[in-house]
């Protein structure tokens, strides 16, 4: 495996990605019965090192290769970085449960190696844990736009609005964006969609000799995992949807970022009273006496940046207004992430200081990966045309939720996509076996619980859900709760989920 490159902060907000290129549809699959797919059985070795993240001992690592488009199966192909760690108790085994990582833009190969040994001990070893790189990622087939730096930064490669609100620089930038995939992206990143990564899931099940999958999707990964359940509801096992956005085949990414600003509304108010918390006042953290003062100081720091940049301690990247509200975006994600923002609001306060800037913000993101992210969720769905009223529905957007600044309802590369033909995304409905879980936070920042409601409402009676009192995005094994964590667990092994819809308070 090849081509590892590092994370983008960007990554935690499956809901906010923007832009790519030509979409490759596959052909045609037919509900209840489609064809086996052929796929050889996979050659697994040991996987190389993941910067970052120790690789498990006993993870195996090996390639898939697939059809660049499924249409024309015997043309060119291809390559899928696939990865597995196999059961400790293997007369416990039940199958495979394969783990899909969030984005667009998450690796599969660095989710099993980090959430590996969790899940292999709460699961009691039922399955052999399999993860892939989708196309475009890590270790599988990359491609790009050859994007000017300046253009790779999460910033930029995000249409937060100039500083009074205006969209001009963004609606330039999101054109030449498009024009560089359209011109250098190719085949290749036309191929980047939620439906070819859900047939490439079903010749990875093949290949693995699999008659069914279970399935753990986080993030924008849930929403791939009910399309694969949708065009292949006779080959999934059990099935755990983690943090879910609104399905409607309409809209899908672009609904997805609609949805940011009530969604970063919402949970902000948890920040607010950690922040006032006098326990931060050891820390040198307490922003405020009282919880509803936080909010207010934030915006505040936010517009005196907009007006005059703060030099940080990586030269030639100013601390701005959209950065701060980039970084505190980011930092909702887990209440993990408080203290860094608190920090760095700190550090921003002080006017003989140079705030340092959280990692995922302090440079450019590759190409190849901001390529990615962008292509799927353009490749997805037609977005609203240049001339559709960005403008105004950033303006109204803008004083509705403050907290950011109209970038939910800005013009996106997507708005000046090119297509080959009109995209369809699947349309999430009711038919299909009753073998869903939904696990899903009530604050969460980036997929929150109305668009997660949407994804219960389509499933009918195949799902049941179970909302969480903890705060953050990705509720299974580290960000939710001990109550969350049994309930899913529990029904990956035995398959009992909850007789209706319920909930774990904390």
């Not at 024009?179 to 099940?205: E, Y």
């Not at 203290?339 to 003989?352: G, K, T, V």
């Not at 590369?413 to 009753?434: L, N």
């Not at 299974?476 to 899913?488: E, I, M, P, S, W």
Request: charged share 20%.
């Amino acid at each position: 495996m090849t081509n590892w490159t590092r994370k983008a902060l960007l990554l935690s907000v499956s809901a906010a990605a923007v832009a790519g290129t030509l979409t490759a549809a596959g052909a045609p699959v037919a509900h209840g019965r489609p064809a086996e797919p052929i796929a050889p059985p996979l050659a697994w070795g040991p996987c190389e090192p993941i910067p970052g993240t120790p690789v498990p001992a006993g993870q195996q690592c090996a390639t898939l290769r697939v059809p660049l488009d499924y249409r024309v199966p015997g043309g060119p192909g291809v390559d899928l970085a696939v990865t597995r760690l196999r059961t400790d108790r293997p007369e416990a085994r039940r199958g495979t449960l394969l783990v899909l990582a969030g984005g667009p833009g998450g690796s599969g190969v660095r989710r099993v190696a980090q959430k590996g040994g969790a899940l292999r001990a709460a699961t009691d070893g039922a399955y052999d844990l399999v993860g892939l790189d989708p196309r475009g990622v890590g270790g599988s087939t990359r491609a790009n736009c050859a994007l000017p730096e300046a253009d790779r930064h999460v910033v930029t490669l995000r249409s937060w609005p100039a500083a009074d609100g205006s969209i001009t620089e963004n609606t330039e930038r999101s054109r030449r964006t498009a024009a560089s995939c359209a011109r250098n992206g190719g085949p290749v990143l036309g191929s980047f969609s939620s439906r070819n990564q859900a047939r490439d899931i079903d010749r990875l099940r093949a290949a693995l000799g699999e008659r069914k999958l279970s399935v753990w999707g986080h993030s924008y990964g849930s929403y791939v995992a009910a399309v694969y359940a949708q065009e292949h509801p006779n080959r999934v096992d059990r099935l755990v949807l983690d943090s879910t956005g609104d399905p409607d085949p309409t809209r899908v990414g672009y609904g997805w970022m609609a949805n940011v600003g009530p969604a970063v509304a919402l949970r902000f108010p948890d920040f607010a009273a950690w922040a006032a918390d006098p326990a931060r006042e050891a820390e040198g953290l307490r922003l405020a006496r009282r919880a509803e003062d936080v909010e207010p100081l934030f915006l505040a720091l936010a517009r005196e940046l907009d007006r005059e940049p703060r030099e940080s301690e990586v030269p030639g990247v100013p601390l701005t207004g959209n950065l701060l509200r980039q970084a505190l975006h980011s930092s909702l994600d887990s209440d993990a992430g408080f203290a860094p923002l608190a920090r760095l609001i700190r550090s921003a306060q002080d006017p003989r200081g140079r705030p340092a800037l959280p990692p995922g913000l302090a440079g450019a993101i590759p190409d190849e990966d901001a390529s990615v992210m962008m292509a799927v969720i353009c490749n997805d769905v037609r977005w609203p045309g240049p001339d559709s009223g960005y403008a105004g529905r950033v303006a109204a957007d803008r004083a509705r939720y403050p907290l950011t600044a109209g970038l939910p309802a800005n013009i996106a590369p997507c708005a000046f996509w090119k297509y080959d033909r009109e995209p369809k995304p699947v349309r999430i409905t009711d038919e299909g076996p009753s073998n869903v879980l939904m696990v899903q936070s009530l604050r969460d920042p980036a997929t929150p619980l109305a668009g997660a409601l949407r994804m219960r409402a389509a499933l009918g009676d195949r799902a049941r859900m179970v909302t969480v009192g903890q705060g953050g995005h990705g509720m299974y094994l580290g960000n939710g709760n001990a109550c969350g964590d049994r309930t899913v667990s529990t029904f990956l092994v035995t398959g009992k989920r909850p007789a209706r819809d319920s909930h774990c308070p904390n």
